[in-house]
């Protein structure tokens, strides 16, 4: 089986290391992984496979310890466990920094590059401003296109990130310009990056309501009571609304500005026990 550097989830690699123990003619359940974890249920290591249990803080060291990794393995598992099982972002934020720092050249399937491209608003935001802005390696000029300005350290920063990831090159006359005209996250981005970049943008529109004058933003907002199918409707209503702009921002000309647009629906009542 592949490396468990390889892997981003705890829970997939203990199914490929079971399954490839089994298919070399050990007999490994899970009940006996869980005898020499320490469990008491016979179905524990069954209910964390499943996801609906974590494994005890106290018992990853041991569960390590039975599978028979190395400490260099160990130690990985053991944040990718904390990872996994984080209960707030803030918490998932700093474990992944911990496995892209001490594991860098090991990890792949995070996206450790995705996940900067989208820790910093500015990020995206130059790279749309690119699409009409002939950069001429003045980073302090590109610095304070952007609202709020940033500093010219970050501005080249950001130039070298977007080149790295070919989401820029430079033409003929030495100018960047885009390599395509959209970028949408889809849904091939790691939650982590998501909702950093998400996080990020909504302080943004918080300070536009001080910063922008009120002509030049729009912002409107709805307290909803609905039903499942009503609540499934608006979604959909809202996932039409984002395919229309990418239309209109794909086939605009004389493009002067960037807009950020953030669509958000969430829950602020609990819902009745047993729905989710």
Do not use: C
Not at 14 to 34: A, I, N
Not at 90 to 119: C, M, Q
Not at 171 to 178: N, Q, S, V
């Amino acid at each position: 089986m592949k490396p468990i550097f390889d892997y981003s989830d705890y829970r997939l690699f203990l199914r490929d290391y079971l399954s490839t123990v089994k298919s070399h003619g050990t007999q490994l359940t899970y009940e006996e992984l869980g005898r020499r974890v320490g469990f008491t249920s016979k179905g524990f290591v069954t209910q964390i496979l499943q996801g609906k249990s974590n494994i005890p803080k106290e018992k990853i060291s041991r569960f390590a310890g039975a599978l028979g990794l190395k400490k260099r393995e160990a130690d990985f598992f053991e944040l990718l466990v904390r990872f996994n099982q984080a209960k707030t972002h803030r918490a998932k934020n700093e474990t992944f920094k911990e496995l892209v720092t001490g594991f860098k050249t090991r990890i792949r399937h995070i996206g450790p590059e995705k996940y900067e491209f989208y820790s910093a608003w500015y990020y995206s935001a130059v790279r749309s401003l690119l699409g009409y802005y002939r950069f001429d390696g003045d980073y302090a000029k590109l610095a304070q296109q952007l609202i709020p300005a940033i500093t010219p350290r970050q501005a080249k920063k950001a130039i070298d990130l977007l080149e790295r990831l070919s989401l820029i090159e430079k033409d003929d006359e030495g100018m960047y310009r885009l390599t395509a005209r959209l970028l949408t996250t889809g849904d091939t981005v790691d939650s982590l990056a998501l909702v950093n970049f998400q996080q990020n943008t909504m302080d943004l529109a918080k300070e536009a309501l001080e910063t922008v004058h009120k002509d030049s933003r729009h912002g409107s907002t709805l307290t909803l009571g609905l039903s499942p199918e009503g609540y499934r409707q608006a979604v959909d209503k809202i996932a039409q609304l984002r395919k229309d702009l990418l239309s209109i921002a794909q086939f605009d000309r004389h493009i002067d500005r960037v807009i950020q647009v953030n669509l958000h629906a969430f829950p602020l009542t609990k819902l009745s026990k047993g729905k989710k």
